[in-house]
């Protein structure tokens, strides 16, 4: 595909469940970024991987969170015994190469619920 | 720590203006700065990125400006079209740093 591409789009799930959310970034970006949007924070960096380095996890908000990334392709990004506070839309980024005044691009996210 | 303030939060304008986005930074040790656009329910669709050594770039009829001294970007719209209402944000990383910091946005609604 063109673009940078996240499942599912949407997501309902009881608080303590765990959940999984996928990205999948465009061909050929070897750097690879996580954001939350929540309604009272905006846009908040969460992770990011850069080809096979060690990923910048600092933004992660707890423990429950955490990320891998596949082959230097596909990420998956999982959040363990899910709380209300968790729910957010989960945006997904790439970019050609980091520091390289590249514009990051967006996927659609994923809208997370937790009831 | 980089703060990203956009002023207005919320715009509403006729169709046919010219309009200009606000958007001031704490920290110039900036190494570029990004326009986006949000759609309800969508993902950020990049429309501009100035390079901290330039003044400004331009897309059809969107003009981004930086200076960097004054902690300042502004995002010109002419000839705005009803198309063009959306939520508009700008980010940009720190030096040395990859990590996207956002504006909350300006929210701008072009009336036909």
């Known amino acids: 595909g063109a673009g940078v591409s996240q499942s599912p789009s949407n997501k309902v799930t009881e608080k303590g469940k765990d959940v999984e959310l996928r990205c999948d970034p465009i061909s050929g970006h070897t750097a690879l970024y996580w954001y939350r949007q929540s309604l009272g924070q905006g846009l908040e960096f969460l992770i990011y991987f850069q080809g096979n380095s060690a990923p910048d996890k600092s933004g992660l908000p707890s423990d429950r969170f955490s990320a891998e990334r596949t082959g230097g392709s596909v990420s998956t990004l999982t959040i363990q015994r899910t709380q209300q506070e968790d729910s957010a839309v989960y945006l997904c980024?790439?970019?050609?190469?980091?520091?390289?005044?590249?514009?990051?691009?967006f996927g659609d996210g994923t809208r997370l619920s937790i009831l | 720590k980089q703060e990203v303030t956009q002023i207005p939060a919320a715009l509403s304008v006729p169709e046919g203006e010219n309009l200009v986005l606000n958007c001031s930074f704490t920290d110039s040790a900036i190494y570029n700065l990004q326009w986006f656009r949000q759609d309800p329910g969508k993902g950020l669709t990049s429309l501009l990125l100035i390079q901290s050594s330039q003044r400004e770039q331009t897309s059809g009829r969107l003009n981004a400006s930086l200076d960097k001294s004054s902690g300042r970007s502004t995002l010109y719209i002419a000839a705005s079209q009803p198309g063009d209402s959306a939520t508009y944000l700008c980010?940009?990383?720190?030096?040395?740093?990859?990590?996207?910091?956002f504006g909350k946005g300006t929210k701008l609604s072009v009336i036909p």
């Open positions: 980024a790439s970019s050609l190469k980091a520091l390289d005044n590249q514009p990051q691009h």
């Open positions: 980010a940009l990383p720190g030096a040395g740093s990859y990590q996207l910091t």
